[in-house]
């Protein structure tokens, strides 16, 4: 059922990658065409998206390799190597939108505006189809979710240059572009940011959000047989890969045989209440010093 899913995710970034490259040849050359600076805005920004999703392909694939004896942890990372990759992206592109906004308030010219509108549409058409590709898979895979901005914030952009062709045929209200325009490169902004906060997360090992390691410490220690924990380390190598660590001193001298049982009651107990899939153990009887939760 995973791996299903795991090449569904794959065909589904291919496919919109694919549209993507196919739509920006279209903008392009409908933009010189039209004299339209947004349609080659909007033409980059539809580039900016096939390469994220190709560098999404790219990291789906590697994270796929197996783990080695020089890799033991595989290329899991390389998706959200990816993911931050794709998030600054759109951080630089928020900043060219608002560039080119503020060129357009200061240089407003004569576009064809029906052509304009035309190709805006197969751009538009593009981003909906990949838009319903990678939806499914964006909720739970921050890589997928980075590139989905990518192209969601692209649709929006789709429609600011539609609405803009419209006005600019009815009313001459050059003014328009520019102003949803920058209402876009917010939006693109405040999401890459999110993005960059979130995998920076993970790749610093910090402890991931929605998990206390007090709550963890309160649970362990309420199991009969053990004193305390100490010198714990919580940490996520992907999104769904959650690893910990610990010193457990348990309260009495006993066998090897009850030492098993009892880690199995951890790893259940931590599996089920916090999904931390990866469980390290060294039991102890009270042979360390300190003992702290964390090590200094």
């Known amino acids: 059922m995973h791996m299903h ?30 004299g339209s600076l947004s349609l080659l805005s909007d033409a980059l920004h539809n580039f900016s998206d096939a390469i994220a999703l190709a560098i999404s392909v790219i990291a789906v694939r590697l994270s796929k390799r197996k783990n080695t004896e020089d890799q033991t942890f595989g290329y899991k990372r390389a998706e959200i190597l990816a ?76 429609i600011a240059v539609i609405i803009g062709a419209c006005m600019i045929y009815i009313f001459k209200t050059y003014w328009i572009d520019p102003v949803l325009t920058i209402l876009i ?48 380390h919580l940490w996520a190598v992907t999104e769904r890969d959650i690893f910990f660590e610990a010193h457990i001193n348990v309260s009495r001298d006993i066998q090897v045989s009850e030492t098993c049982l009892l880690i199995k009651q951890v790893e259940d107990m931590l599996k089920e209440r916090f999904c931390i899939t990866h469980v390290t153990l060294q039991l102890e009887f009270n042979s360390c010093k300190g003992i702290s939760l964390v090590k200094p």
Request: with cysteine; aromatic share 10%.
């Open 5 to 34: 899913k795991e090449n569904s995710k794959e065909s589904r970034l291919i496919i919109s990658a694919g549209l993507n490259f196919v739509t920006t040849i279209v903008q392009v050359v409908g933009g010189l065409l039209s």
């Open 83 to 158: 993911a931050l990759f794709n998030a600054c992206t759109l951080v630089v592109v928020s900043f060219f939108l608002f560039k080119e906004a503020i060129v357009r308030f200061m240089y407003p010219h004569p576009i064809n505006s029906l052509l304009m509108f035309a190709v805006a549409v197969v751009g538009l058409t593009s981003n909906i189809v990949s838009v319903f590709l990678l939806k499914s898979h964006a909720h739970d895979d921050m890589n997928v979710r980075a590139a989905y901005i990518h192209l969601f914030s692209d649709f929006l952009s789709s």
């Open 185 to 232: 490169g917010i939006y693109v902004l405040r999401e890459g940011y999110k993005i960059i906060e979130e995998s920076t997360h993970i790749l610093m090992q910090h402890v991931p959000k929605g998990i206390s390691l007090k709550d963890i410490q309160l649970q362990i220690e309420s199991i009969d047989g053990i004193k305390d924990i100490h010198h714990a």
